[in-house]
């Protein structure tokens, strides 16, 4: 059974900083890209930050310079360093794993809250 969950959510001040967790079980994931993304309330889903299995990263416009996503694969876990916080960034993160066009995984989702 695969499981990700997510932790390090909560409500900080703008400015602030939060580093979120995505610990996965149930397979080895070091072979495959893993992601965040995260949902405004009454947005759509949209893509955050996410680490290859090459090493390589991307990033969201939006979060450029801000965000750092790295990648523990001994320990099959996947953190995203939030900071210069800002209360556009206040929303559900989820972390996803996409393993093939039919398979994918997705967390439960951490509550992230910017207040101004």
């Known amino acids: 059974q695969v499981q990700l969950v997510e932790s390090g959510g909560g409500l900080v001040q703008a400015g602030g900083s939060l580093r979120l967790s995505c610990a996965a079980s149930g397979r080895p994931f070091s072979n495959y890209d893993m992601a965040w993304y995260r949902q405004a309330p009454g947005k759509e889903r949209e893509f955050v930050a996410s680490?290859?299995?090459?090493?390589?990263?991307n990033y969201a416009d939006s979060v450029k310079g801000r965000f750092t996503i790295s990648r523990d694969n001994a320990k099959n876990t996947v953190y995203l360093q939030m900071n210069s916080l800002k209360p556009e960034d206040t929303a559900i993160y989820y972390c996803?794993?996409?393993?093939?066009?039919?398979?994918?995984?997705w967390g439960q989702g951490t509550q992230v809250t910017v207040s101004s």
């Open positions: 996803y794993v996409p393993i093939n066009r039919r398979v994918d995984y």
């Open positions: 680490a290859r299995w090459s090493g390589s990263t």
